[in-house]
C-alpha cells in the first residue's frame, strides 16, 4: 500500500509540475544554468566566484554560463559600487516578474482546473483524503 501511495504521489507531483517544466524548457536552459538560476535567485545575486563555489563548477565554466544566460536575457552584471573591479551577477527584472506573477499560476493551474471539473463530491473526498494521510503522517512523526 505504501508503494502504490508513494507512486500515485510522485505521479501527482509530475502532473502538477507539468506546466512550470514546459515554461522552463521554453527558456532552453541547460541544467548547470538552471542550477545558476536558481542559486542567483535564492540568493540575489552574488560574484562569479561565489556562484562558481556555490555550483561547484570551475570559474571558467561558470563564466561561459553566465555569458550565455547574460546574452539570453536572463541575468546580468551589476558594478559594485565601493569596488568597480568586482560585478554583481542579479537576475533580471523581466525574469524575476515572471517568477513573481506567472509561476505561482503555473505551479497551481493544474489542480485548480482539475478542482473545476470535478464534481462536488468529488472535490470534498480528494480533500478528505489529503487531510486525512496529512493526519496520519503527522501522528507518525509525533510518535518518534
Given amino acids: 500500500m505504501a508503494r502504490e501511495i508513494d507512486r500515485r504521489l510522485r ?11 514546459t515554461a522552463y524548457a521554453r527558456g532552453n536552459l541547460t541544467g548547470p544554468q538552471r542550477s545558476a538560476m536558481e542559486i542567483l535567485l535564492k540568493s540575489g545575486g552574488m560574484s562569479l566566484k ?10 571558467s565554466t561558470v563564466s561561459g554560463i553566465v555569458d550565455r544566460l547574460e546574452g539570453q536575457g536572463m ?8 569596488d568597480r573591479r568586482f560585478s ?3 537576475v533580471t527584472k523581466p525574469v524575476r516578474d515572471f517568477l513573481r506573477d506567472t509561476l505561482p499560476g503555473l505551479t497551481i ?3 485548480a482546473e482539475a478542482l473545476r471539473n ?5 472535490r470534498r473526498l480528494a480533500l478528505e483524503g489529503v487531510r486525512m494521510l496529512s493526519r496520519i503522517l503527522e501522528r507518525c512523526e509525533e510518535g518518534e
Fill in 118 to 122: 470535478a464534481r462536488p463530491a468529488e
Fill in 109 to 111: 493551474h493544474p489542480l
Fill in 11 to 21: 505521479g501527482l507531483r509530475q502532473l502538477l509540475r507539468k506546466p512550470v517544466e
Fill in 75 to 82: 541575468i546580468e552584471r551589476q558594478v559594485v559600487e565601493n
Fill in 88 to 90: 554583481r551577477i542579479v
Fill in 50 to 59: 561565489d556562484l562558481s563555489a556555490q555550483l561547484g563548477l570551475s570559474h
